[in-house]
């Protein structure tokens, strides 16, 4: 239920969120180099152990521009290579083709998986989106790698040389994260330091200057800087950030906070609860100033405040609001917030406020808010145009629909705040059929650039920024690479036509092959680019987009059901591969082609599968009519689409063996199992794997966004008992049969974990065999590594049980044993035969000298 289990942005701070803070990338499922050297001088970077960055040079006419940014890169010569070369194969003999952890090959230098698995998957570099600076020579981003020999977390701020894709380490730190530029060489990031949890604001440029701007006592995030340098040559930025504030207007500060002698907790409201915490009274605010250089080098803040204050209002939104939530700009500060007069556990209603540099000014701001008549849903993604002057945004128009149609909207004026709707139409369903979500305004404010999904993938479109030039035609897309967008960014702030950057788009992007991916886009052109790769291109992982395929099969009704394919990457079509069958969460969510760490395709193909991953009934990214075909009807339509998937599976991909089929879902895809236990279609598998899925539907209110089952289910559960009953998997447990596996994490209030109990004692008083994985300190995703490795090895070694992979794997492994004994025997047979044919010879030499 909820939160949909499919690719997530693989930056994603773990740390951030147990310090209490939203976090940053994380998109509403439930909606919602090779090695450089350092600077001075030192070991490898981070991301070398699995990536070459260098792909290709895609701008040369910033190659002149490189030679100051790039640092000296020492070669090694022919013989040091020979001499390594000569090392690595000799290391590499030592591990088998199934050895989990990386192994070095002589190609490039880069780091190459001898076999992708979990292992490798979750100790690989995780970047972030990178962040040009206004010239477009140069991009700050994190990455960071777990060790899964140390057991812990390391990161680094790096620059990447856009000219020729070279990247070298900046700053290095496990708390260093969030870099933005103030000049076109010089960045601040956030840095946790301590034992007090508190956070730094530091300056540093990237020939190796660094120092303190300013000590906050607590935890900070989502930072954002913009240059409002006037015209008197003096720099300026706008920064803002997040932090938690107490009811007393301190910052919240988890670490050093006074623990109350009782552990009891009073409520006398809803939402008690949100994702994976209780609720307090502490609340996310934004704090804005102006950030100023110091004559003497370096920055400090001016002015900072906090601009919500006094307003009762709180954002970024929780559980996942961050950057997105707000933006800055030259003439005030543009925010989301829940609508104060609605309760939050039972409306999505938020509202977009607009807070001008003279409220922020008062000891007591009052924001004033944007009016969308009509549209009173979720408010999203407010991005302020360059010149300060207008703000573009989305709004959706359900207040209880949380994965409504985005609509796409303008405010051209701020002293009035009234929005206008992109392509809306008079019986208010809009002209696009696409829900909008990240914005982008050209360098000169004429055309946005949206990202939105389509068949699988998150695409960029472009369109004018006026509603009415808009409307004459459907955005058009701009091409990119293989995968989806993540991130967009100008490469460049000019509008120059002289420049050679100019109307360029710096995009991150992955894929199921590639976890990050810069490239460069231009719109003009309809052409894109390579920068660099984190995993080139699939290749460190053993993986190629060749292994991806998709199919298209007719679906419960009148439409087209979509479906994505990955095969092994040793596939022979010759051979016949059991079937992993994925569903996925939402309901209102889709598999796409992106990376994750947590259900990633490759990772069950490499064990030997053919991995179909179907987006039915209730999917985005194929119109709203299909996605909005899944309300009341939970195991209606989509029940019978995947019905009509296997069977297309059986009878058309003659490679795949469905006989020996499994199937494991999540959220949603957690109730789709239960529900596929109780009828014909759960018979078809020899396993199944259930995460955090529903047991019960007359438990649904034993969630904390009530909003969601009213929506889903079509009213409360007092007011339509029968709505719920309907597909509630529980009422066919006479059915439960087939071999089950259950996963719930005790912090997951979305789905407590009494669901998962539930299952697992009727599977096991059934005498189904069946089994149960439970993380006390997980919500409704397992986002520890630790953790993380041990679902993956309960999951894989549950469903290549009942497939037959593990006893194939065991009689694969068996025969090559009897072939090396075979040949060690013939070896040991020729041995003796050189020997004796030796000994022959020597006694007729002797003979003859007699």
Not at 675 to 680: T, V
């Amino acid at each position: 239920m909820g939160v949909q289990e499919g690719p997530e942005w693989c930056g994603y701070d773990e740390q951030a969120q147990a310090a209490g803070l939203s976090m940053r990338g994380v998109r509403r499922g439930r909606k919602r180099g090779r090695g450089c050297t350092y600077l001075d001088g030192g070991a490898p970077h981070l991301d070398d152990t699995t990536t070459t960055t260098t792909q290709a040079v895609i701008v040369p006419e910033l190659q002149f521009l490189s030679n100051k940014h790039t640092p000296r890169r020492l070669f090694p010569s022919f013989f040091g290579v020979l001499t390594i070369t000569f090392f690595v194969c000799f290391i590499s003999s030592l591990f088998s083709t199934t050895t989990a952890s990386p192994v070095l090959t002589s190609d490039n230098m880069t780091i190459m998986a001898t076999k992708f698995t979990p292992e490798v998957m979750l100790s690989a570099a995780r970047r972030s989106p990178a962040v040009p600076n206004s010239n477009g020579t140069l991009a700050l981003y994190t990455v960071s790698v777990y060790s899964f020999e140390e057991h812990k977390r390391k990161s680094e701020i790096r620059v990447l040389t856009i000219a020729n894709g070279q990247s070298t380490v900046l700053v290095e730190g496990n708390g260093a994260s969030e870099p933005n530029w103030v000049g076109d060489e010089e960045f601040v990031w956030l840095e946790g330091v301590g034992d007090k949890g508190e956070t730094e604001l530091r300056w540093g440029d990237v020939k190796g200057q660094r120092g303190r701007v300013a000590v906050f006592p607590g935890p900070v995030g989502n930072l954002k800087v913009k240059d409002v340098s006037g015209g008197d040559g003096e720099k300026r930025f706008v920064i803002a950030f997040s932090v938690v504030m107490t009811p007393e207007g301190e910052m919240h500060n988890p670490v050093t906070e006074k623990k109350p002698l009782s552990s009891g907790r009073v409520y006398d409201g809803l939402f008690v609860r949100h994702w994976d915490s209780w609720n307090t009274e502490n609340r996310n605010s934004i704090r804005y100033g102006i950030l100023v250089p110091v004559a003497s080098g370096g920055w400090k803040i001016e002015g900072m405040v906090d601009a919500l204050w006094g307003t009762g209002l709180s954002s970024p939104v929780p559980p996942f609001g961050g950057t997105g939530d707000f933006d800055i700009g030259p003439r005030g500060l543009v925010f989301v917030a829940k609508d104060p007069g609605l309760d939050p556990a039972i409306y999505t209603k938020t509202n977009l406020y607009y807070l001008s540099l003279r409220e922020l000014a008062q000891a007591e701001p009052k924001p004033k808010l944007v009016e969308t008549p009509g549209l009173e849903g979720y408010s999203q993604s407010p991005v302020f145009s360059n010149d300060g002057n207008k703000i573009a945004f989305t709004r959706m128009r359900s207040k209880q629909y949380e994965s409504d149609k985005t609509r796409l909207l303008l405010v051209k004026d701020l002293d009035e705040l009234k929005a206008e709707e992109f392509y809306a139409t008079e019986d208010g369903e809009g002209g696009w059929d696409a829900r909008p979500d990240a914005i982008l305004w050209s360098a000169d404010d004429k055309t946005l650039y949206v990202t939105a999904e389509h068949r699988a993938r998150s695409l960029i479109f472009q369109l004018p920024s006026s509603p009415s030039e808009a409307g004459k035609n459907l955005p058009s897309v701009v091409p990119t690479t293989d995968g989806s967008v993540n991130d967009l960014r100008l490469l460049s702030t000019t509008v120059s036509a002289h420049s050679p950057v100019a109307g360029r788009l710096f995009v991150t992007s992955s894929s199921l092959v590639d976890n990050s991916c810069y490239s460069i886009a231009n719109p003009s052109q309809s052409t894109f680019h390579v920068v660099s790769s984190n995993s080139k291109q699939g290749k460190s992982f053993g993986l190629s987009q060749l292994s991806v395929d998709d199919i298209t099969f007719k679906g419960a009704g009148d439409y087209n059901v979509h479906a994505l394919v990955m095969r092994p990457s040793n596939f022979n079509p010759k051979k016949k591969y059991p079937l992993c069958f994925l569903i996925h969460g939402g309901p209102q969510g889709a598999w796409s082609d992106s990376w994750s760490t947590r259900w990633n395709p490759a990772v069950f193909a490499e064990q030997g599968y053919v991995v179909v991953s179907p987006n039915p009934t209730g999917s985005t990214g194929y119109g709203m009519a299909l996605q909005n075909g899944i309300k009341g009807d939970w195991g209606g339509k989509p029940y019978n689409d995947l019905v009509n998937a296997f069977e297309y599976i059986r009878d058309h991909l003659d490679y795949v063996d469905t006989d020996r089929a499994v199937a494991l879902g999540a959220s949603y895809g957690g109730y789709m199992v239960n529900w596929i236990q109780g009828h014909p279609l759960g018979r078809k598998f020899k396993a199944l794997v259930c995460h955090d899925g529903v047991f019960s539907t007359s438990n649904q209110w034993s969630t904390e966004e009530l909003f969601f089952p009213i929506h889903d289910f079509e009213g409360t559960i007092y007011d339509n008992k029968e709505g719920y009953e309907k597909w509630d998997p529980a009422k066919h447990l006479n059915e439960w049969a087939t071999p089950q596996l259950i996963i719930h994490s005790e912090l997951d209030y979305r789905l407590p974990v009494t669901e998962g109990l539930a299952a697992f004692n009727v599977l096991q008083a059934k005498k189904v065999p069946s089994k149960l994985l439970v993380f006390p300190d997980e919500n409704h995703w397992v986002l520890k590594p630790e953790n993380s490795l041990v679902w993956h090895r309960e999951v894989l070694g549950w469903i290549n049980k009942h497939s037959g992979v593990e006893d194939q794997a065991q009689a694969e492994s068996q025969t090559q044993a009897l072939a090396a004994k075979r040949e060690a025997e013939r070896l040991e047979q020729q041995e003796r035969d050189n020997y004796n044919f030796a000994a022959l010879v020597r006694k007729l030499v002797l003979a003859g000298q007699r």
